[in-house]
């Protein structure tokens, strides 16, 4: 099992932008496909976007598309999700996971952290 934390979170105002990160620990990334999902109040988990083993290939929700970024380090054993152009909308706690293979359910979660955009 690999360990993840995630932090970044906090208040933002719509338009603005902010960083989320997700450490992981106990095994290295670099065999773990990567995702970020979030639940917003009151809401199913939704995906968010995810990440291939080296980086190559990445997938986002149409909501978000254009707007967040998802990167990785694996030397730093870190998956980021650069956050622009915030929307009241985006307002979710924001979850980090891992999977081994490229498809299948991800069984690898963090505590999550929490995002509120607003004026």
């Known amino acids: 099992q690999v360990q993840l934390v995630e932090s970044g979170g906090g208040l933002v105002q719509p338009g603005g932008s902010l960083r989320l990160s997700c450490a992981a620990s106990?095994?290295?990334?670099?065999?773990?496909?990567m995702g970020w999902f979030r639940q917003a109040p009151g809401k199913e988990r939704e995906f968010v976007a995810q990440i291939s083993w080296s980086g190559d290939y990445t997938t986002y929700s149409d909501s978000v598309k254009g707007r967040l970024t998802i990167s990785r380090d694996n030397a730093k054993n870190t998956v980021y999700l650069q956050m622009n152009s915030l929307k009241p909308e985006d307002t979710a706690d924001y979850y980090c996971?891992?999977?081994?293979?490229?498809?299948?359910?991800?069984?690898?979660w963090g505590q999550g952290t929490q995002v509120t955009v607003s004026s």
């Open positions: 996971a891992a999977r081994r293979g490229g498809i299948g359910k991800y069984d690898n």
């Open positions: 106990g095994r290295t990334i670099s065999n773990y496909y």
